[in-house]
Structure formats: C-alpha cells, structure tokens
C-alpha cells in the first residue's frame, strides 16, 4: 500500500488530503478488510459533521467507538472485551492520532478554537481516521503491517457538511480502477 499525505494552497488556504492505494491496483482480502474499516469510520464521521451539534470532541470520540468496533471484527483485540477496555489497553497502538483538525490558512488552523467548540457553518476541517497495524509477526497475521488513512476536507453547511476533496475517490472500485490505470 501506498499512503499518501498532501496538501496544496490556493489563494491563500490550504488543503489537507490523505488516500491510501494498492500498489498493484488492487487491495488484496486484508488490505481490502482493513480500507473497508477506515471507509467506514470515515463516511459515518462525516456524516456526524453538522453545524451546532458536532466539535472536533464529539467526531474524535465517534471516530474512537468505530475503531475499537472495527479491531474486534479484525480479531485483532483479544474477543469478548469492552469498546471501553479496547480504548484504555489497546487503541493506541492502532490509532493514534486525532479524527482531524481545522483548516484554513494554516494547515493545522488555530488550535484556539477549542475540540468542544460546536461546529458551524463556514468552518472547514478535515475527516481523517486511520488504522495501523504493527508488522509483528504471528500476533496480527495477514493483517501485520497494513496501515490505511483516509482524509477529506470538509466545509459545515447550514445542513450539515460539503466534502470539499470529494473529487479523489476513495470507493474501493473507483481506488482501484484508478491505480489500475495509471
């Protein structure tokens, strides 16, 4: 896999953008499991992005229950134990960074803000859940070694959330139709 992190500025703003790619063109089965855990995370976080409701806090938090969720489906967490005792034990050697940040002129915009500030419209952030997994080996199996991110820029509506970055695919199909090509 190729995890690729990028930016540009335009008139002033900055962009902050992340996809993970099969270097062959396609995701192999657990490549394919872990990008779908992510995927998912990713499009439920986004969807959680409304103006006076969500902060930074909320989607971290939201972001945090889906992966612990996804890491017992991955069997990768002992079965059987709590979302919670996932989060306290083991979390933070799968992901161990913040769902996102602000975006503006500065890529990591004014950290003054507050995470439990509520969003509103105007504001732009980004959506970015990941999932790594160490390269041990027998502990993780067929999963050692994957690491996936998927990150967009997000403006808050008066509705909800416009993903500004939404032009780069981030579909399994369209991912791989596009490497596949290039």
Known sequence: LV?????????????DVT????????FSPPQRDVYEAVLDTHAR???????????????????VRLTCEALKELRLVPQGISVEAIEARHLNTF???????????????????????PLQPGQCLTIEPGLYIPDLEPQFGALRGIGV??????????????VLSAAAPVAIGEVEGLVGVA
């Open 3 to 15: 995890l690729m992190d990028a930016g540009c500025e335009l008139h002033g703003y900055c962009s």
């Open 19 to 26: 996809r993970t790619w099969p270097v062959n063109g396609r």
């Open 45 to 63: 976080c986004i969807e959680a992005c409304k103006p006076g409701v969500s902060s930074l806090r909320s989607l971290h938090q939201l972001s």
């Open 95 to 117: 992901y161990w960074h913040s769902v996102g940040h602000l975006l503006g002129l500065d890529t990591h915009d004014t950290a003054s803000m507050g995470y439990d500030r």
């Open 149 to 162: 991110r998927i990150e967009d820029d997000i403006v808050v509506t008066e509705q909800g959330c416009h």
